[in-house]
Nanobody
Framework: EVQLVESGGGLVQPGGSLRLSCAAS????????MTWIRQPPGKGFERVSNISPSGNTFYAEDVKGRFTVSRDNAKSMLYLNLNSLKTEDTAMYYC????????RGQGTQVTVAS
């Protein structure tokens, strides 16, 4: 059974930083493409970033240069460093196995407010 547990969210001021973590189990993490998605309040899901098993990355235009995705295959951990946060980054953030957004964890809330 795929299990994904996100953590690290919180309340931060604009311009601040957070590091999100996702603990994965129940599948071969090191062989899996991983995705971070988010859902802003009252809106649909949107892709934030992807990382391949070998570490190739993709970022949505509005987070490029501010967010950094990484993984530790030995620990089955996925990370997302969020820097220069903006109020519009406020959302529930989820990690996803592969590209099927239904295979996501319970999420961690990021709130950016002054």
């Amino acid at each position: 059974e795929v299990q994904l547990v996100e953590s690290g969210g919180g309340l931060v001021q604009p311009g601040g930083s957070l590091r999100l973590s996702c603990a994965a189990s129940g599948f071969t993490f090191g062989a899996s493409y991983m995705t971070w998605i988010r859902q802003p309040p009252g809106k649909g899901f949107e892709r934030v970033s992807n990382i391949s098993p070998s570490g190739n990355t993709f970022y949505a235009e509005d987070v490029k240069g501010r967010f950094t995705v990484s993984r530790d295959n030995a620990k089955s951990m996925l990370y997302l460093n969020l820097n220069s946060l903006k109020t519009e980054d406020t959302a529930m953030y989820y990690c996803v196995k592969g590209t099927n957004w239904a295979d996501r964890g319970q999420g961690t809330q990021v709130t950016v407010a002054s």
